[in-house]
């Protein structure tokens, strides 16, 4: 069975840091690619950034570039995603996500098939 766990969210002020994880379990790990996702209240889910089976391939949402970094550490089975110069629009639920899918321009949470339970993050102003 697929498993997705975030950590690492929580509140801290604008400008500040956070480093998200994912663990995942029960599957063939480097046959995924994995993305982080974001969903603010009243607002659509949106791909934040993405990162390919062997981590060569990344890419980011125009939102993040320059701030966020995704990695990925494949004999822990994780990922990360270091969070800089945080400001208070990046305030949302962040999810990880896997697919069987490679990793293009944007990170659609269509082609994601397995989901973490989400890790809030809040910046406050």
């Known amino acids: 069975q697929l498993q997705l766990v975030e950590s690492g969210g929580g509140l801290v002020h604008a400008g500040g840091s956070l480093r998200l994880s994912c663990a995942a379990s029960g599957f063939t790990w480097d046959y995924y690619s994995i993305g982080w996702f974001r969903q603010a209240p009243g607002k659509e889910r949106e791909g934040v950034s993405c990162?390919?089976?062997?981590?060569?391939?990344?890419n980011y949402a125009d939102s993040v570039k320059g701030r966020f970094t995704i990695s990925r550490d494949n004999a822990k089975k994780s990922v990360y995603l270091q969070m800089n110069s945080l400001k208070p629009e990046d305030t949302a639920v962040y999810y990880c996500?896997?697919?069987?899918?490679?990793?293009?321009?944007?990170?659609?949470?269509?082609?994601?098939?397995?989901w973490g339970q989400g890790t809030q993050v809040t910046v406050s102003s």
């Open positions: 996500a896997a697919g069987i899918t490679p990793v293009q321009d944007l990170c659609v949470p269509e082609d994601f098939t397995s």
């Open positions: 990162i390919s089976t062997s981590g060569s391939s990344t």
